[in-house]
């Protein structure tokens, strides 16, 4: 964690967690409205919802080309750990952050390997108990990095 290692954010960093997205979205809409009302500026949103399995690279959508080109240029810091896929997907980077999206936003979606995916989600298996401790391990310093990165040389 930033903590931890002594790193201090130039920016504020928030995090939201929501578990409504698969029945009506309310959380999303009610987030993004609250944010918009109170002027929040968010300069990124980072979602994870393809099962806690692998990190295999990052789902992008941005119309921000200087963001665009930092990413691009980041992957070089993934490809090592075997987080290869940097796909351009613009309209879907993850549909927890979407309602969050305007021109400047950059939204990410973190990719995962998800051969076993249906082997656990939306089945009784779909507990935390089941959850591999590594691949959560490397899924939240896959997205941790990225946000270090977002965070000390920015996207604008």
Known sequence: SFKVLGIKPKRTMRVVLRADEENNWNGNMVYAEKSKQSNQTHIAALESDHGSFIPIGFNIDTENELALKRLMAWKNYFEPYQIYQFNLS?????????????????????????????????????????????????????????VYLIDKYGIK
Do not use: C
């Not at 021109?103 to 989600?121: E, H, M, V």
């Not at 939306?122 to 591999?132: C, G, I, L, R």
């Open 90 to 146: 613009k309209g879907h980077a993850g549909a927890d952050i979407t309602p969050l999206k305007d021109s400047n936003i950059l939204l990410l979606g973190l990719l995962t390997d998800s051969q076993r995916y249906f082997t656990l989600a939306h089945s009784e298996k779909d507990v935390f108990e089941t959850v591999n401790k590594r691949e959560l391990e490397l899924g939240a310093a896959a997205m941790t990095s990225m």
